[in-house]
């Protein structure tokens, strides 16, 4: 049975114009990380300063470890965070900043060296100890960063969004090495993104918010696989949303065609919406029978091809495919348009 960490029970926060956080409720468990993914304005980041102490819920509880802190300041709680602008100390220089926070908890010098030069070495920094933030790149900055929050091994490490500042080829070696720090240290992670693919390639689960709401809580292969919200399945990765009717647990309706499709739990009758990947989506020449559509764009992007194809209801479904596998497809002919009937996802409107 997994331990639970971290709990939030109810929280509610209202800054005087209406709740920003509506009840967000969310056990983190014993060295999972875990990502809050969405638009920004939808409280995550609220979310991750009442969790520090930061900011004070209007309702609601915060426990660690089983014990209320809700209303602990941030420096009793162990809890710490790494911000997206670093927050270096700019006077200091990387082992000072690093241990800044060990002097603060009079831990001994020779201890505070050792220390310092074990999460240098761990963050691949070795030698670095007299430098100063000015003279660090990007990444470095942010893996002292990293290094001062490790150092003192909080319960839990919040991260809010803390590679937005780095360029793409960087960012994504920062998550690969992030990931592969918390696996190590066995700690737990809370991350703050708008970034679906980072949320994806690191989370072990991953809470979409939506207006101060947990929109769905799952794991990376549940929230792009089986969204349960028109919101989810359009904001995590690509997707073709089609407007559909149910016919039986086995399919649907789509521009007057039966269509296979999964929908447990639905009435026949239903209005639906059909989320389809769109690297899912294949088609050929047409045949008798069956969803066609006509090829209206067609890009080439390197090792994919994207085509646009047109239902007879006027709505466009994008196919995302291997460009050495292309197909002899041009503009203006009809294909049929198919799917493994796993491989779409049934979700009620929202």
């Known amino acids: 049975m997994m331990e639970t960490i971290l709990a939030l029970d109810g929280i509610k926060k209202d800054f005087g114009e209406g709740d920003i956080l509506k009840e967000i409720s969310l056990q983190v468990y014993k060295g999972e990380f875990i990502t809050l993914l969405g638009p920004s304005g939808c409280g995550k980041t609220t979310t991750l300063r009442v969790i520090a102490g930061l900011e004070e819920p209007t309702a609601g509880r915060v426990s660690l470890m089983g014990k209320d802190v809700t209303d602990l300041p941030p420096d009793k709680r162990s809890v710490n965070t790494v911000f997206q602008n670093y927050a270096l100390f700019p006077h ?3 082992e000072k900043n690093i241990g800044y926070g060990l002097r603060l908890r009079g831990v001994k010098r020779a201890d505070i060296k050792k220390k310092v030069d074990d999460m ?3 963050l691949q920094l070795p030698g670095y100890q007299k430098r100063m933030p000015s003279q660090l790149s990007g990444g470095q900055r942010q893996r002292v960063a990293i290094a001062r929050a490790i150092v003192l091994e909080p319960c839990v490490l919040l991260l809010d969004e803390p ?3 780095l360029d793409l080829q960087l960012r994504r070696q920062m998550q690969e090495e992030l990931k592969k720090l918390q696996k190590h240290l066995g700690m737990t992670f809370v991350y ?3 970034d679906q693919e980072e ?3 690191m989370s072990d689960r991953i809470a979409v918010m939506r207006e101060g709401r947990i929109e769905q809580l799952g794991t990376p292969e549940d929230i792009y696989e089986r969204p349960a919200t028109v919101f989810t399945a359009g904001f995590i990765g690509q997707t073709n949303l089609i407007a559909c009717a149910v016919l039986d647990t086995a399919a ?4 007057g065609v039966r269509v296979p499709a999964c929908a447990d739990g639905f009435s026949a009758g239903e209005q639906a919406v059909l989320s389809l990947r769109t690297e899912r989506v294949r088609y050929a020449p047409a045949l008798q029978g069956g969803l ?5 764009e067609r890009h080439y992007a390197g090792g994919t091809r994207r085509t646009v194809i047109r239902l007879s209801s006027g709505q466009d479904i994008l196919a995302v495919s291997q460009s050495e596998g292309s197909d002899d497809a041009r503009e203006g002919d009809c294909v049929a348009i198919h799917w493994k009937p796993d491989h779409a996802a049934l979700v009620r409107g929202n």
């Open 92 to 94: 200091m220089n990387v």
């Open 120 to 122: 240098l070495e761990m």
């Open 163 to 165: 590679l937005g500042a």
């Open 192 to 194: 703050i993104t708008h």
């Open 199 to 201: 949320a994806l390639n």
């Open 252 to 255: 649907v309706q789509i521009c």
């Open 292 to 296: 066609t559509g006509i090829v209206r």
